[in-house]
């Protein structure tokens, strides 16, 4: 019998501890461990940044949640990426979405560039596009999917770009920080490697910075793996406890903030002073069918323009009460930003650069009729 996403949520990682009957997997902070006799290691641990118990819990967590093979935790989501590029060699090529999460592109574009890596951005939704890219003289090595976007909630199918790679040879890589594993599984739809910043919704709660990656490859993970250790990004054990905790309620607190943003994001497209909504879960999005072959549910995040521009976006962010003015995302409570001048801030001069009087919300947990007040009360001093 398998059990289901919301059994394994809160189950994966998290046996009793054999050894006390601990309910919760302990935090372990011991940095080495006792051998006995020269390389006989007990349970396989034997230096803290090669492998910790508590990281191994939380690994085999999100292995069992993305269905793959193997799990492998980092210091942030960004650390995760970097050890994915490690993948690369002088030379190569990487092919990334037009909108990648900015730190993403700024850590290809002005780090791995410097070291031989040439990195091309096309829109992945243009499937003729990226064939065409795929079989050009040199092609990537590497296809960076983040789907779906930020800020604008772009939608991209991961099986067909995957399958178009495959043949191509590259790695196809899925940045699944905004879906979560509950809402979108992209090792089941061909792609090699998921990554995760566990800082979101997977920690949940705003409290704790980490990255995950998972993948069904041997030969990729071993590879990995070593990078793993040999660049030495790697989490805390309280950190691990953390992600671990959030993990646990990720099917409940999804389901709750999905159904809450599509309460808000379906009430904005009716009302005065918003010019347009980007929302996966609205009939009118460009990519409604895909998002229901592709998706559980089409997630807690969106974005809209503010017909008063710029200046009416800015007192309107300004003016919340419940929705916290902040960066990041994916957390128990709502946030609201203007991408513009935060969030993507670095990259405004690029083709990646966002309209200034786009507001983005992470929609949290909280009643929606409450955020809803909220958000009408922000309307009114903005003079909306
Ligand atoms: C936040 C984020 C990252 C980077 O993760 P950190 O934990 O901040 O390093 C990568 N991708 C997406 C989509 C993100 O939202």
Request: overall charge negative; hydrophobic content about 45%.
């Amino acid at each position: 019998m398998t059990d289901r996403f919301e059994t394994l949520a809160v189950h994966a990682g998290a046996a009793p501890d054999p050894e006390t009957g601990a309910v919760v997997p302990p935090i372990q902070m011991s940095t080495t461990f006792k051998q006995d006799g020269v390389g006989g290691l007990r349970g396989g641990f034997e230096y803290g940044r090669s492998g910790n118990p508590t990281r191994k819990a939380l690994e085999e967590a999100i292995c069992v949640l993305e269905n793959g093979a193997h799990g492998l935790a980092y210091a942030s989501g960004l650390a995760a990426t970097q050890n994915i590029l490690y993948l690369l060699e002088p030379g190569d090529r990487l092919l990334m979405s037009d909108d990648v999460y900015g730190g993403t592109w700024r850590l290809a574009d002005k780090v791995w560039r410097r070291y031989g890596i040439e990195t091309d951005t096309i829109d992945l939704r243009d499937l003729d596009a990226v064939a065409t890219t795929l079989s050009s003289a040199k092609p990537p090595r590497m296809v960076w999917i983040e789907t779906p976007s930020n800020p604008l909630l772009k939608v991209i199918d991961i099986s067909a770009v995957a399958r178009l790679a495959a043949v191509a040879g590259a790695i196809t890589v899925v940045d699944n920080t905004f879906a979560t594993p509950y809402l979108q599984r992209p090792l089941e739809l061909g792609a090699d490697l998921v990554l995760h910043s566990a800082t979101k919704y997977l920690g949940g709660h705003s409290d704790v910075i980490g990255g995950l990656v998972v993948t069904r490859s041997d030969e990729l993970a071993e590879r990995l793996r070593f990078h793993q250790n040999a660049a030495g990004a790697v989490p805390s054990p309280f950190d691990c406890f953390l992600v671990m905790r959030g993990l646990r309620t990720l099917a409940v607190r999804m389901e709750r903030a999905c159904a809450n943003a599509l309460v808000l994001a379906l009430w904005l497209s009716e009302r005065p002073g918003v010019a347009a909504v980007h929302y996966p879960g609205l009939p009118d999005h460009p990519a409604a069918e895909l998002v229901e072959r592709q998706m559980r549910l089409p997630g807690a995040m969106l974005s809209f323009e503010m017909s008063g521009g710029e200046e009416a976006a800015r007192r309107f962010a300004a003016a919340t009460r419940l929705f916290t003015l902040a960066e990041s995302l994916g957390a128990v409570e709502s946030l609201i930003e203007l991408p513009a001048p935060m969030t993507h801030a670095s990259v405004a001069e690029s083709a990646l650069a966002v309209s200034p009087s786009l507001v983005r919300l992470s929609v949290g947990i909280e009643n929606a009729g409450d955020l809803q007040s909220d958000l009408e009360a922000a309307f009114r001093s903005a003079g909306s």
